[in-house]
Structure formats: structure tokens, C-alpha cells
């Protein structure tokens, strides 16, 4: 057995000893004053055979991760306020360069207004790290790490089950990274808005139209500023308890301020389908046509992008998921195309209602036509996860 995971091991049985003490707690959360508290925690030990993702470097190592969490909810009448805490901390015991953490903190109001009005606010901040291997800057030996804040808010018009529904949006967003030669290409500021018609065409079935403009204005690289502008159309479906889903599909321009970059006009899609032909049976389908900031290459990126999960639950305790994803990334100004595929397999075995213990596996095929791009990795885990 590999030395490095000898310590992870043992700390990992001696965590999983004491989640696994009894606690009695109620169901769903529990109360703190006039709050209800949610706590969870996984912890997962694992092996991942291409720390960054290298396509002759490779680093393989055994890790563990934390994710602690906790929400507290506050329910008033029919109005409710949420304040969440998450945390991902990482260790490799092969290769301590890539340790990192990310963490956040958020808020939201959800609120019933008078005359049928209805309003959503949130509010975070983030700090976070793109793990070695994920973007195409000049790495100076550990992941970049940088931090968001953001702010939303999302005001409709039209009671529940209305035949009409009007919704506007709003949102800022800053990107702010610490090593000062990624920040000179990355720091930005987004603000978006946005608006969009519901109408019942049936019971359980929406059709909808939508417009979102979204303005990115960088702090140093003012050549990536760009205005994107997205007209889509869309429904939305609870038909039976079988199915659900929502797809929205347009035209999507994205309009660079620099004249020398390129400019994106073209489709846009957004699907999210879930098919449950037998209560222990479930299909996911995720599919996605967006295009999104650079990461050190390019003018901007195109991915589309297709996932397919089926879950299974074989008895009460035991179910398995099985899943595929697939991405095909593009650069704008650039002749690269990248393609990803990757399959997994989890197993999870609930032991108690706030204790379950999954297995998994993870295997990753990177294929560019810029041939040093190209990578393949595995990961294999074992995740302790509670909740209450």
C-alpha cells in the first residue's frame, strides 16, 4: 500500500467513528430559537491518479476532503430567510502543492408581497481556487485562488397557478483573483438583468418567453469587455409524477467592445428532463449550449455540453447511479476545440436517515487538438456524508 495513505486512513476511520455515535435530533433539521438549523458533513477519501490533469506530468496522490455546511432557516407567515455556510477543504497526502480550501457564505429572502407581487433577494461571497490543470494560465506551482460577491433579486407578478406570470431579475457579480498576473486578466465585474412571460397553456405545463442582457466589464483587460444579449423561448412541465423538466432555446450574441476580438452570434440552449418510469427508477437528462469568460485562452469559450444520469434504488437502503457527461468546448479567435467525456458509477448504502455511505469511481478522457492538452484521469472514492 501506497505510505501517503496510511494517515488518511486512520484519521478517516477516527472521524467515522464519531459521526457514527447517536445523536437524537429531529427530523428534517432542529430548532434553534425561532430558526431551524441543518447541518451536514461528508468526508471523502479517495485516489486520483492526475492531480492536474497533465498529459505527461502526472501526480497521483490519495486525498481527503471535508464539506462542512449549515443553514438556518427562518419561516414568518408565508415568508422565508436563509443564511447558509459551506466549506470544501482538500488534502493530498502526495502532492501538498494542491491543498486548498473554498468557502462561502449566503443569504436570501423569499417574500409574499400584496397584490400578488412576489419577491426573491440573495446575497454571497465566495473564496474559491481553480485546482491546477483547469484553466490555461501561466501557474506559478499552486491553484490560482480568488473570490465573488454577488447580489440578485427576482420580482414576479402573478399568484401561483395563475393563468400569467411576469418575473424581472437583477444581478452583480464581482471576480476578483489574488496573484496579480492572473487578476490583470480576469478581474471583472458582471451585471445582469432580465425579464420573462409565463403563460398556462395547461394544467401543469408553461410556455414562456425571455430576454437576458448581461454587461462584463474587466478591471485591467478591457479588450474582454463584452455585452451578451439572450432572446429565448421556453416551457416548463410537471405533467404527471413521471415527468418534469424545463427547456428554453434561443439566440444568443455575444458582442465584444474590442473590434479585433471575435464575437459569438449563434443558438443558446438551457434543458434540465427527469423521467421516472418506476418509483425506484430515475433518468436525468442535462443538456447546455453557453458561452462563458476565458480562462487564459481565447477570446471567450463555447461549450456544449450533455449529461445523462439513471439511478436505481435496489431496496431501501441501497440505490446506484450511473451516469455520462460530455462537453465540447470551444475558443472564440482560436482554431482549439477541446472534448471531455467522462463516466461514473456510485454506489450508496444508507445506514441511518442522517448517516449514508457512497462509493465511486470516476474516469475522465480529455482530448484536444492541441495535442498537449490531453489528459486522462481516475478517481475512486469513499464518502461518509451526514445530514440532519
Given at each position: 500500500m501506497d505510505n501517503s495513505m496510511k494517515p488518511s486512513i486512520n484519521t478517516f476511520l477516527g472521524c467515522l467513528l464519531c459521526l457514527y455515535t447517536p445523536l437524537t435530533l429531529a427530523e428534517g433539521g432542529f430548532p434553534v430559537g425561532p430558526t431551524t438549523v441543518y447541518?451536514?458533513?461528508?468526508?471523502?477519501?479517495?485516489?486520483?491518479?492526475n492531480v492536474i490533469q497533465s498529459s505527461t506530468d502526472e501526480i497521483g496522490s490519495?486525498?481527503?476532503?471535508?464539506?462542512?455546511?449549515?443553514?438556518?432557516?427562518l419561516e414568518r407567515l408565508s415568508d422565508k430567510y436563509?443564511?447558509?455556510?459551506?466549506?470544501?477543504?482538500?488534502?493530498?497526502?502526495?502532492?501538498?502543492?494542491?491543498?486548498?480550501?473554498n468557502y462561502g457564505i449566503t443569504g436570501s429572502t423569499d417574500l409574499d408581497l400584496p397584490d400578488k407581487f412576489h419577491a426573491t433577494l440573495t446575497a454571497g461571497h465566495r473564496k474559491d481556487f481553480d485546482p491546477r490543470?483547469?484553466?490555461?494560465?501561466?501557474?506559478?506551482?499552486?491553484?490560482?485562488?480568488?473570490?465573488?460577491?454577488?447580489l440578485g433579486g427576482n420580482l414576479s407578478y402573478g399568484s401561483p397557478g395563475a393563468k400569467g406570470r411576469i418575473e424581472i431579475k437583477a444581478n452583480y457579480a464581482t471576480v476578483r483573483y489574488d496573484e496579480s498576473r492572473v487578476a490583470a486578466l480576469t478581474d471583472r465585474d458582471s451585471l445582469g438583468f432580465g425579464g420573462a412571460f409565463h403563460y398556462r397553456v395547461q394544467p401543469k405545463t408553461y410556455v414562456f418567453v425571455n430576454l437576458d442582457i448581461t454587461d462584463n466589464t474587466?478591471?485591467?483587460?478591457?479588450?474582454?469587455?463584452?455585452?451578451?444579449?439572450?432572446?429565448?423561448?421556453?416551457?416548463?412541465?410537471?405533467?404527471?409524477?413521471?415527468?418534469?423538466?424545463?427547456?428554453?432555446?434561443?439566440?444568443?450574441?455575444?458582442?465584444?467592445e474590442d473590434d479585433t476580438m471575435s464575437d459569438y452570434t449563434g443558438t443558446y440552449l438551457q434543458a434540465i428532463l427527469n423521467w421516472r418510469p418506476r418509483t425506484y427508477?430515475?433518468?436525468?437528462?442535462?443538456?447546455?449550449?453557453?458561452?462563458?469568460?476565458?480562462?487564459?485562452?481565447?477570446?471567450?469559450?463555447?461549450t456544449n455540453a450533455l449529461g445523462l444520469a439513471w439511478t436505481y434504488a435496489w431496496n431501501t437502503r441501497l440505490s446506484s447511479t450511473a451516469g455520462y457527461d460530455y462537453a465540447d468546448i470551444s475558443f472564440g479567435g482560436t482554431d482549439r476545440n477541446d472534448d471531455k467525456n467522462s463516466v461514473y458509477l456510485n454506489l450508496n448504502y444508507q445506514m441511518r436517515r442522517w448517516l449514508s455511505l457512497r462509493s465511486g469511481i470516476n474516469i475522465v478522457n480529455f482530448t484536444s487538438n492541441y495535442?498537449?492538452?490531453?489528459?486522462?484521469?481516475?478517481?475512486?472514492?469513499?464518502?461518509?456524508?451526514s445530514s440532519f
Open positions: 447541518p451536514s458533513l461528508g468526508i471523502d477519501l479517495g485516489y486520483n491518479d490519495s486525498y481527503m476532503r471535508l464539506t462542512p455546511s449549515v443553514k438556518w432557516e436563509i443564511i447558509g455556510f459551506d466549506a470544501n477543504v482538500i488534502r493530498y497526502f502526495g502532492s501538498s502543492a494542491d491543498n486548498a480550501e490543470g483547469t484553466t490555461d494560465f501561466d501557474e506559478a506551482g499552486d491553484p490560482n485562488k480568488w473570490d465573488t460577491t454577488t474587466y478591471k485591467t483587460s478591457s479588450r474582454f469587455d463584452s455585452k451578451e444579449y439572450r432572446y429565448g423561448l421556453g416551457a416548463s412541465w410537471f405533467a404527471t409524477a413521471k415527468t418534469t423538466g424545463t427547456v428554453n432555446f434561443g439566440y444568443s450574441n455575444r458582442d465584444m427508477s430515475l433518468f436525468d437528462v442535462v443538456a447546455s449550449r453557453m458561452t462563458g469568460e476565458n480562462k487564459g485562452f481565447g477570446d471567450y469559450t463555447l495535442p498537449d492538452e490531453d489528459y486522462d484521469q481516475r478517481v475512486v472514492s469513499l464518502t461518509l456524508f
